[in-house]
C-alpha cells in the first residue's frame, strides 16, 4: 500500500502515527513546501519571545519519519493531484502515485486589500516558521510592531513580541478583543492583561492604508491616526488551501467536506485538519475547526479508514487552550444560538460561562480559572444530561464527584 | 454556668516548625480540636475537646503533634487527688452520672504480673515448637465422665456438643451497635480464618454476618434484642449473659442515635430508639429459672450447640458457678472487673466486682471440690493483654480466654475511654458513617490475624519451655506458676506456691 | 499496565496523598521542607474530592489513547509504549493547557510556580511505588494490574 500525504504538520503526524498502529510495511511518503522537520505551528510565539528554542520547536523528535519509515519531500510543493490517475504533481514536475492520500495542507493567512499592501519586505503573516524566522532578523528592543487582526494568531503574535520590542499596536475592527471565542465579559480581561504589558489597542476601528512602497513605514487608521511601523504582522484570518483539490474534483465549500472518517468525495482521497469542514459533533453542523488537537485526531481518523481499521473516534468540535502573559482561556462548542441557557460565575478577572441547550452543555468560556476544564469537554463530548449530576456547573468544586455513583465508579476505575 | 472550675484534661502540642499546615488532624478530628485559621495561615487547637486519642498524632505526616496530660496541678493532696476533685466539678455542672468506656483504670492489683511462669531445666526437658508438634488447640463444652469404644476403638460414647478452638482466644462480646460494623466484619472474618469464635454480643446478628456461622457466638442477653430462632441457629454456640465485668450489675443502654436503619434491624428495634438492656433477665430470679432458659435454648437448637452463661466476677462467684454448672450450662465464662464496655458508670465501673484471676482460681477449685469440673468448661476475660496472661490463665484453671480490649488496641483502639460519645475516630466504638468508613475491615482483619498468630506462637514458645507440648496438659497446672510479692491468702485463693518455695 | 485506582468507600478524604505527592515531586524530597521553604511550592498531582459520603482521590489514569497526548501541541505529552506511561516533558512543555482541555479526568494539575507547565501524575517512577498508595491511611488507593 502506498500512502501520500500532502502537508507536514499535525494532521500529518496523526496520519503517520495512525498508520503505522495498523501497518508497519506500507509506504509513507510526506510533500511538503515547508523545508522544516515538523514544528509545533503554534510555538512560533513562544520562539519569538525567547521561550522556547530552536531545538524545542521540533512536534516530534528528529528521529521521527526515520523511526516511522516515512519518505519526506520537504520544500516541494504540490501542484496538481490526478484523481484518476491516483497521483500528486510536484511543482518541479515530478509526480508521485498513491493508493490513498491526505490532503492536509492547512491554511494561508487572508490579506484584505488595504491601500498601499503590496509585498512589502516587512509584511508577514505569523503562520509559518519560516515568517517568524523572518520576523526575528528585524525584531530588537526599539522595533516598533503593529499587528492588525486581534483573533488568536494576532493577540499570539501580540504576546510573543511585546517582551522583545518596542511597541506592539494592535488594530482590530471589532470591539473586543478575540471576539470570535469571546464575549465582552471574557474580552476584557484578556485585554487589561495585554495592556498591562505594554500592548497598545486600538478597537473597533481599521487600517486604511499604509506607507510606503518598499517598507511599510507606517499604518494609518480609518479616523485618522498613524502608526510607525518595523514589523507588520497581517492576522485577520485564515483561508485553507483548497484549490489543488478542488481542481482535482474534490468538493468544498470554504474548506474541503469531509465526512466522520475524514472522506472527501472523492475515493481515496482524505483530508484533515485546517483545510477541512468537519462535523462539529455538538451540533452537526460542518464547519471550519481549525485546532491543533483536532487537527491530529482528524489525521489519525484518516489513517484508520484508510488502513479500514476500526477506530474509537468520537469526532471533534471548537475546543482551544490559550493563554496570554500568563491567563489562561479554554473555549469550546459553540458561544451563542438559539434557546440557549447561559450560567456564568466569576470575580476578579476570573469567569465561568457555560451554555446549555437541552440539558446538554454545549459551549462554555472560562478565562483565569481554567482548571478540570476537560471534565466539561467530557459532558460536551458525551452529551451527559446535566440534570442526572449531583453539583452545579459553577459550583467551585466541581468534579467527578458530580457524575451519578455508577457512572463515577466507572470513571474512577477506569 | 460559665465559670468552669475544672480546666482542658488535655495539652495539644504542635511544633510549629515541622506543621505543614495539611489540616489533616483538623479532617480526622470528630471532636473538633483541631482548625486551620485563615486570618493567620495557622493551625489552632481547642484542647478543651480533646479527648486523647492519638488520631490526630498517628496521621500527622510531619509529627508534628503531642497530646501531654495537662500538668496543671492542685496543691498536693494524698487524699483529695486531682481526678477527686475534678470529678466533683463534673458532677456539680452536669447533675450526672460519670460515664466511661473501657474498662476500670484504678490501681488494683494485677496479678497477671505478681505471677511467674516455670520453665524446664535438665529434667523434663524443654521442647521446641519449631522442630515438634505442638497442641493449641481445645475443645470447648461438657466433657462425659469416662470414654467408651467399640471393639474396633470406634467411639461408642455419645459426646455432648463441643466447640473446637484452634487456639484458646475468642473475641468477647460486643455488639453491632456498640461497635461499628466494620469492626465486627473485621472480627468475625478474623475469628473464622483463625478458626476461633466471635460473639455477637446483645445486639442480634444482621444477615450479612450470618456467613459467619460455624465461629459465630450468639449471645442472648436481658434486653433479648435481635432473637428470633433463626438468630439461635445462626452460630456454633450460645451464651446467656448474666453480667459483664466492667459493670456487674447494670443493665445496658444503647443511645437512640447510635441506632441507626442497620442496627435497628439487627436488634429488632425502632430506628432512633433506645435499646435498654435490664439490668437483670425479667425471667430468671433462680438457678432453677437459669436451667429453664439454658434448656430452652438447647431445645432451640436440637441440643447440637454448647450454651454458655456469661457472668462478672464477683464476691460469690464460686458458688454462682456451681449453680449455674449444676443448672445444665456446657461453658461458664467469667468477666474480671477490668474487662471493657463501651459505656458504663464510672463508679461501677471502678469499685464493682473482683479480679478475674482471683475468681478463676476460686471457681476453678470450687468446682473440683464439687467434682463438677469436666461438666464445664471455664472462659475467663477481664482484660488478657497478652499470651503471658492466657498461659497464666490456663495454669490457673481456664479453659480459653476472651479478648476484646486487646483486640480493639489490634485494630487501632488508642485506649481513650471515650466510646460512649459514638465519636471514636478509629472508626470502632461509633455508627457514624464518616467515622465508621475510617476503619478498613481488611486492614483490620489482618491486625487481628497477626495479633492472635503471634500470641499462638508465643503460648507455643511458653509451653515448650515448661516442657509440655499440648495446651491441654496445663489446664489447671498451678505448679507451673510462682506468685511473686503476693501475701499467704493471696497465694492460697490463687492455689499457687511464691517463687522461691 | 500497573495503575492507582481509588476506592470511594474507604477513601477518608484526609488528604495524606497529596502530602506525600508533593514531597515525592519536590527538590527536596523533605516533607517538612518541601511544604513550607522549598521554591516553588512543589504541587500535587492528585486531586482529592469530597463528598457527603464518599471520597476519592483521583490522579491521571494513563489512558491507552490519552487525549492530552493527541492534544497536546508541543509533542511534550507522551505516552511511553513500553511501560504506558503518560509523561510530560517539562522542558519542552509550554503551558498552554491544551491538556487541561482535553483530559476528561481533569487530573492534570497547571504548575504555574514551576514555570507553567503542566504536573500529572507520574506513579513516582523515581521512588517505585506511588507514594500516595503507600501512605494511604485506609488502603483507599490501590496499585495494580486490573488489565
Redesign the interface.
Known amino acids: 500500500m502506498n500512502y501520500v500525504i500532502i502537508g507536514n504538520s499535525a494532521a500529518a503526524v496523526g496520519c503517520i502515527e495512525g498508520l503505522r498502529k495498523n501497518d508497519t510495511k506500507a509506504s509513507i511518503t510526506v510533500i511538503s513546501d515547508e523545508v522544516h522537520h515538523v514544528y509545533s505551528r503554534p510555538l512560533i510565539s513562544y520562539y519569538l519571545a525567547g521561550t522556547v528554542t530552536h531545538e524545542n520547536m521540533v512536534y516530534r523528535k528528529a528521529d521521527f519519519y526515520e523511526k516511522m519509515n516515512v519518505k519526506t519531500m520537504l520544500g516541494s510543493k504540490a501542484t496538481a493531484i490526478d484523481a484518476k490517475k491516483k497521483a500528486v504533481t510536484l511543482e518541479n514536475g515530478e509526480t508521485v502515485g498513491y493508493d490513498k492520500l491526505l490532503i492536509a495542507t492547512g491554511s494561508s493567512a487572508f490579506v484584505p486589500p488595504i491601500d498601499g499592501l503590496d509585498k512589502q519586505n516587512n509584511v508577514f503573516t505569523f503562520l509559518k516558521y519560516d515568517s517568524a524566522l523572518d520576523i526575528e532578523k528585524l525584531i530588537d528592543k526599539d522595533a516598533k510592531v503593529v499587528i492588525v487582526g486581534a483573533g488568536l494568531i494576532g493577540l499570539k503574535a501580540a504576546e510573543g513580541l511585546a517582551p522583545v520590542s518596542g511597541s506592539v499596536h494592535v488594530v482590530e475592527m471589532a470591539d473586543r478583543v478575540l471576539p470570535m471565542i469571546l464575549d465582552e465579559q471574557g474580552a476584557a480581561p484578556v485585554q487589561a492583561k495585554m495592556q498591562e504589558n505594554g500592548v497598545t489597542f486600538h478597537l473597533g476601528i481599521t487600517a486604511q492604508k499604509v506607507v510606503d512602497k518598499d517598507r511599510v513605514e507606517k499604518v494609518v487608521l480609518k479616523d485618522g491616526t498613524e502608526i510607525a511601523c518595523d514589523v507588520l504582522v497581517m492576522a485577520v484570518g485564515v483561508r485553507p488551501n483548497v484549490a489543488e483539490a478542488m481542481a482535482a474534483g474534490v468538493k468544498a465549500n470554504r474548506g474541503i467536506l469531509v465526512d466522520e472518517n475524514m472522506r472527501t468525495n472523492v475515493d481515496d482521497i482524505y483530508a484533515a485538519g485546517d483545510v477541512t469542514e468537519a462535523v462539529d459533533v455538538t451540533t452537526g453542523e460542518h464547519k471550519i475547526m481549525a485546532l491543533w488537537p483536532n487537527a491530529y485526531l482528524q489525521g489519525r481518523a484518516a489513517a484508520y479508514d484508510m488502513c479500514s481499521a476500526e477506530h474509537d473516534f468520537d469526532g471533534v468540535f471548537p475546543m482551544n487552550a490559550v493563554g496570554f502573559f500568563g491567563l489562561p482561556i479554554i473555549t469550546a462548542g459553540v458561544q451563542d444560538g438559539e434557546d440557549m441557557q447561559v450560567l456564568s460565575t466569576g470575580e476578579n478577572g476570573e469567569s465561568k460561562r457555560f451554555i446549555v441547550k437541552d440539558d446538554i452543555l454545549v459551549g462554555m468560556i472560562l478565562v483565569g480559572d481554567v482548571d478540570r476544564a476537560g471534565i466539561y469537554t467530557y459532558l460536551m463530548s458525551e452529551k451527559i444530561p446535566l440534570s442526572t449530576l449531583t453539583k452545579k456547573l459553577t459550583d467551585d468544586d466541581f468534579g467527578l464527584m458530580a457524575f451519578e455513583e455508577e457512572q463515577r465508579n466507572e470513571r474512577l476505575s477506569s | 454556668m460559665s465559670l468552669q472550675l475544672g480546666w482542658p484534661d488535655y495539652m495539644v502540642i504542635r511544633d510549629e ?2 506543621c ?5 488532624c483538623a ?2 478530628c470528630a471532636n473538633e480540636v483541631h482548625k486551620l485559621d485563615s486570618d493567620y495561615d495557622k493551625m489552632m487547637a481547642d484542647e478543651s475537646k480533646c479527648v486523647n486519642c492519638h488520631r490526630c498524632v498517628a ?1 500527622c ?2 509529627r508534628a503533634l503531642k497530646i501531654k496530660v495537662n500538668d496543671l496541678e492542685f496543691k498536693p493532696n494524698a487524699n483529695w487527688t486531682g481526678s477527686a476533685i475534678k470529678e466533683i466539678y463534673k458532677q456539680a455542672s452536669s447533675g450526672g452520672v460519670l460515664l466511661s468506656g473501657m474498662g476500670n483504670t484504678k490501681p488494683y492489683p494485677v496479678y497477671w504480673d505478681k505471677m511467674l511462669i516455670n520453665a524446664s531445666q535438665v529434667t523434663n526437658p524443654s521442647i521446641d515448637p519449631l522442630r515438634e508438634p505442638m497442641e493449641t488447640s481445645v475443645l470447648l463444652g461438657r466433657k462425659p465422665e469416662k470414654l467408651e469404644f467399640d471393639k474396633d476403638g470406634k467411639l461408642k460414647t455419645k459426646m455432648p456438643p463441643q466447640v473446637k478452638l484452634d487456639v484458646p482466644v475468642m473475641f468477647s462480646a460486643m455488639s453491632f451497635g456498640s461497635i461499628s460494623k466494620n469492626a465486627h466484619e473485621a472480627l468475625a472474618r478474623a475469628a473464622t480464618d483463625l478458626n476461633i469464635m466471635y460473639n455477637t454480643g446483645e445486639g442480634g446478628l444482621a444477615k450479612e454476618f450470618y456467613q459467619y456461622g460455624p465461629n459465630t457466638i450468639v449471645q442472648i442477653a436481658s434486653g433479648r434484642f435481635g432473637v428470633h430462632p433463626e438468630y439461635l441457629n445462626a452460630g456454633a454456640m450460645l451464651e446467656i449473659k448474666i453480667g459483664q465485668g466492667a459493670k456487674p450489675g447494670i443493665g445496658g443502654h444503647l443511645p437512640g442515635e447510635k441506632v441507626g436503619e442497620a442496627v435497628s434491624k439487627a436488634r429488632m428495634i425502632p430506628r432512633g430508639s433506645d435499646a435498654i438492656s435490664p439490668a437483670p433477665h425479667h425471667d430468671i430470679y433462680s438457678i432453677e429459672d437459669l436451667r429453664q432458659l439454658i434448656y430452652s435454648l438447647k431445645e432451640a437448637t436440637n441440643y447440637t450447640k454448647p450454651v454458655s452463661v456469661k457472668i462478672a466476677a464477683v464476691h460469690n462467684s464460686p458458688a454462682i458457678a456451681s449453680g449455674i454448672a449444676r443448672a445444665g450450662a456446657d461453658i461458664i465464662a467469667i468477666d474480671g472487673f477490668r474487662g471493657g464496655t463501651g459505656a458504663a458508670p464510672s463508679r461501677v465501673r471502678d469499685n464493682v466486682g473482683i479480679p478475674i484471676e482471683l475468681a478463676l482460681a476460686a471457681v476453678d477449685q470450687r468446682l473440683r471440690e464439687e467434682s463438677i469440673r469436666n461438666d464445664v468448661s471455664l472462659v475467663v476475660g477481664g482484660s488478657i493483654r497478652n499470651s503471658a496472661d492466657i498461659v497464666k490463665a490456663i495454669a490457673l484453671g481456664a479453659d480459653a480466654c476472651y479478648i476484646a480490649s486487646s483486640a480493639l488496641i489490634a485494630v487501632g483502639c488508642h485506649m481513650c475511654q471515650n466510646c460512649y460519645t459514638g465519636k471514636c475516630n478509629w472508626g470502632i466504638a461509633t455508627q457514624r ?2 467515622l465508621v ?2 476503619l ?1 475491615p ?2 483490620a482483619y489482618e491486625r487481628l490475624m497477626n495479633l492472635i498468630t503471634a500470641w499462638k506462637h508465643e503460648i507455643e514458645e511458653l509451653l515448650g519451655g515448661m516442657g509440655i507440648n499440648a495446651i491441654e496438659s496445663l489446664r489447671g497446672n498451678r505448679l507451673m506458676l510462682r506468685g511473686i510479692g503476693l501475701n499467704q491468702k493471696e497465694l492460697d485463693i490463687l492455689g499457687i506456691q511464691h517463687a522461691g518455695e | 499496565m500497573k495503575k492507582v485506582y481509588a476506592d470511594e ?2 477513601c ?5 496523598c ?3 505527592c508533593r514531597t515525592c515531586h519536590s527538590e527536596t524530597n523533605d ?2 521542607k518541601a ?2 521553604f522549598e521554591e516553588p511550592r512543589p504541587k500535587s498531582r492528585l486531586h482529592v474530592e469530597t463528598g457527603e ?1 464518599v471520597n476519592f482521590a483521583l490522579q491521571c489514569r494513563h489512558c491507552d489513547d490519552p487525549k492530552c497526548v493527541t492534544a497536546c501541541i508541543t509533542g511534550a505529552m507522551q505516552k511511553d509504549p513500553d511501560t504506558g506511561l503518560v509523561t510530560n516533558d517539562t522542558d519542552r512543555c509550554v503551558g498552554c493547557w491544551t491538556c487541561v482541555l482535553a483530559c476528561p479526568f481533569g487530573a492534570i494539575v497547571r504548575d504555574e510556580d514551576a514555570g507553567k507547565v503542566a504536573a500529572k501524575c507520574d506513579l513516582c517512577v523515581k521512588s517505585g511505588e506511588p507514594e500516595c498508595v503507600k ?1 494511604c ?4 488507593l490501590k496499585f495494580e494490574d486490573r488489565e
Open positions: 516548625n515541622r505543614i499546615k495539611c489540616e489533616v479532617k480526622q496521621l505526616p510531619t458513617d464518616d468508613k475510617r478498613n481488611d486492614i | 468507600k474507604w477518608l478524604g484526609c488528604g495524606l497529596n502530602v506525600y516533607i517538612v511544604h513550607n459520603k501512605h491511611p485506609n488502603n483507599a
